[in-house]
């Protein structure tokens, strides 16, 4: 399939506005575009988010995929996106109701944000993850450093999250959003709409291993989850339970893997040696994350 | 008053978890605890946060505060609080109902994040910010070294967000949470207990200067707010329809103010070369943000 990279210079995802440096001095830098949509299913409202705006069909069906709103057999027989109105309506052959699941909702954590619905766990504890695929150490940094050399409003403009599927070093798909959430929900969107399996696939996040993050990752047979950031306790409990590869901090040629091990070939250090140059590097980019 | 800093030590907000590094070798690091709790106002469930799990009382009475739920002049009467349920009830003196309210929600942006309602606009454009506090660029680059130089969960384990309130270079409050919308309301929180205002207070944050950012800071009356990290155009919109002065990008001795430069004291350019050095120090804390 032809990968699916950012439009940095996309009319629309980003503004030039002008400003004050530390010294007073005039600047203009260019800030990421913030911008509600609602998301419908059907007859039925079902979220208003904040997102970048582009890609709204992908993002609708990947937040109703993720949260089992939308079933993996499911027919979608049209998606109609009104800019002016800033809403999205995602129509399928079945008739859907989830007044009561909307009634239910989980605030979750900061950058794993978004909305989780109760009975998303039941689902959770039903998924069996493939054995496979083994990945290289080498392959993952090597991934991780090419996602950081793709042109992308994260280099453009800061601000923005970044995720993307990949079976090796080189990006399938590459999407960015306000919100980490969001940019999870497009891979989603494009996997379902693509018919594109999880079960040998790497998912890289730019954000943090959240339970959501976690959760979403499984329910989209994704066997292995990336992440430049880091871990929490909860996050890594739902992994092992899962039996998840779960990679973080990664950063030039280093990493944290915290569950799932199995799936990793610990290869040369050589290559390691080779992208601690790019480490140095790519720390410019980001440092500790948040 | 008696400032409130991080407590990263304290049992219970990380656990220690190994695993192994990039060259396959055992290494265990600190992980920080993400948790549910489920928010009560009186007899009605407003919301379940995963959250850090300190300061249950504050992350409460400060969610209620800024959904406007809990109103300036409302008694608190108790403050509930059920470890093993994972569970807060703010009981106030006034009988309340927000059924309506609890089905408009808002899902904010990404590390935004969080549920605003639908009335919370109303309020915002009611809000007149005062006129001052003028403050200097070196004050606001000597609060932020500050901040990165208290212990913290951050420097500890990462993968954390922080929040500051302060007057000058020294903060009165430091919370950090899982979510930085978690972090905000625990000041907010301690604001509300603790009556102060925020009239003469400057706002600091790790996280980006989204929508909900800039709402939450006016709906505290606070006139200046500082992130390390970067803007969104909405962000920024709404912050000069409010008068905000908002200071993004902060590193070391550099900033961009992109709303209400007014606030700001471009003072001695000696002042940043010293700190140029720190920033060449903090960078590896902070690259550029997520």
Chains 1, 2 share one sequence.
């Not at 440096?21 to 988010?49: C, H, S, W, Y």
């Not at 893997?257 to 992208?275: C, P």
Request: proline letters at 4%; a negative charge.
């Amino acid at each position: 399939m032809k990968p699916i990279y950012p439009t940095p210079d996309k009319a629309g995802l980003t503004t030039s506005l002008t400003g004050l440096d530390a010294k007073g001095q005039p600047v203009t830098i260019p800030v990421v575009t913030e911008r509600p949509l609602t998301i419908f299913l059907n007859r039925q409202e079902v979220v208003t988010a904040m997102t970048l705006g582009d890609q709204p069909e992908a993002l609708a069906v990947g937040f109703l995929r993720n949260q089992n709103m939308l079933t993996a057999d499911d027919e979608i027989t049209a998606i109609d996106v009104d800019d002016e109105l800033a809403v999205v309506v995602v129509r399928t052959a079945r008739a859907t109701d989830y007044e009561d699941k909307l009634q239910k909702k989980i605030r979750t954590s900061g950058c794993a944000q978004g909305t989780l619905y109760g009975d998303i766990m039941d689902q959770f504890d039903e998924v069996t993850l493939p054995k496979g695929p083994q990945v290289k150490a080498s392959t993952l940094y090597q991934l991780s450093a090419a996602i950081n050399a793709i042109p992308s409003l994260y280099l453009k403009a800061g601000a923005i999250h970044g995720c993307a599927l990949a079976t090796d070093e080189t990006p399938l798909l590459y999407l960015e959003d306000i919100g980490r959430h969001n940019a999870v929900d497009k891979i989603a969107g494009h996997m379902f709409l693509q018919a594109i399996s999880g079960a040998d696939k790497i998912f890289y996040t730019t954000g943090r291993l959240t339970t959501e993050m976690v959760i979403k990752t499984v329910l989209m047979g994704i066997p292995i989850l990336v992440s430049r950031s880091g871990f929490t306790e909860a996050g890594v409990s739902l992994a092992r339970q899962a039996g998840l590869t779960l990679v973080g901090r990664m950063r030039g040629a280093r990493f944290t893997v915290l569950s799932g091990a199995e799936r990793i070939i610990f290869d040369d250090i050589r290559e390691e040696v080779k992208q601690e140059k790019s480490s140095a590097q790519s720390a410019q980019l980001g440092g500790r994350e948040r």
